[in-house]
């Protein structure tokens, strides 16, 4: 994905630094190739290995994301921030990472007050999203889809733009049942409301993009016109932020829902790596999920 041409194309202001762990070449996934020789080896360079290190310079610039980031307002009371904090991250499955590199821990994040949690689904999503973190005064932690590095291919405008944070799209629309994710399962999840529409279900399929604050009001419009919530990600059920959708939408739809809820995500375990099949939220568990659902 064109992270660094996100950057390179846009208006950065002078306070905007990037550093983190190879960026100063280009990184592992290359989404800050030629950031260094636009903004200079001052403002774009490496730290050591030390995840911890890294946001606590950043605090420093503006700490720490559960304890110092979140709180920086709440505590000033509001009189100073972080600065415009965004934390870049990888996330999710790639195909070999295994248990220590396919995990999916936005739902950590979710629960901490204070900070906002932003996934885009493709290169066009991620531009103008990721500009919106920047220029956010909160601090964002921004998970791109390691999946869609290498395999998402789109037209990416080059001028400057920005996509509303807490907005959710609608992808598909639908009157049968009302799919919600983010990130890259929203391809998976879109397969397989093509292949329920050869059996006659009509599937609204919505991309949540920011998780905290989340769009309650377009999840709950939806589900109030279909009947039927399915809700699928990576990170494992239990816990998982598909947990807190099924609440709330529960809590406001109550009497309208004609089934219960369904969330198709990871097992609770580690991440397998010879078994990521099985573990992955596939494009025929969903399928499944969306005919027993329609059909309760």
Not at 40 to 58: A, D, H, M, S
Not at 105 to 115: D, I, M, R, Y
Not at 257 to 268: F, N, S, V
Request: hydrophobic share 40%.
């Amino acid at each position: 994905m064109s992270y660094n041409i996100n950057l390179l194309t846009s208006k950065i202001p002078h306070s905007a630094y990037v550093f983190g762990e190879d960026v100063g070449f280009g990184g592992v996934f290359r989404c800050t190739t030629g950031l260094a020789d636009r903004f200079g080896k001052n403002r774009v360079f490496n730290t050591p290995l030390c995840e911890q290190g890294i946001v606590g310079f950043g605090i420093g610039l503006a700490a720490m994301i559960v304890n110092e980031a979140a709180k920086f307002r709440y505590r000033s009371g509001n009189q100073f921030n972080c600065g415009g904090l965004t934390i870049r991250a990888p996330y999710g499955a790639v195909g070999h990472g295994g248990h220590y590199h396919s995990q999916s821990p936005e739902a950590f994040f979710c629960h901490v007050p204070g900070l906002k949690v932003v996934i885009p689904r493709s290169p066009k999503q991620a531009k103008g999203l990721l500009l919106s973190c920047i220029r956010d005064p909160n601090p964002v932690v921004f998970f791109e889809p390691k999946l869609l590095y290498r395999m998402s291919v789109e037209d990416v405008p080059e001028q400057d733009y920005m996509l509303p944070l807490s907005e959710a799209e609608i992808i598909r629309e639908g009157n049968d049942i009302t799919l919600v994710g983010w990130g890259a399962q929203l391809s998976i999840m879109e397969q397989a409301c093509i292949d329920a529409e050869k059996d006659g279900i009509s599937c609204e399929l919505i991309d949540l993009k920011t998780l905290i604050p989340w769009d309650k009001e377009t999840v709950e419009a939806s589900v109030r016109k279909t009947g039927r919530l399915l809700i699928s990600h990576e990170a494992p059920v239990t816990g998982g932020f598909g947990a807190e959708i099924s609440a709330s939408i529960l809590e406001r739809c109550f009497l309208r829902l004609e089934a219960p809820i369904a969330r198709i995500c990871g097992l609770d375990t580690p991440f397998p790596l010879v078994f990521e099949p099985f573990y992955l939220p596939t494009k025929n568990k969903i399928l499944d999920a969306i005919k027993s659902t329609v059909k309760y």
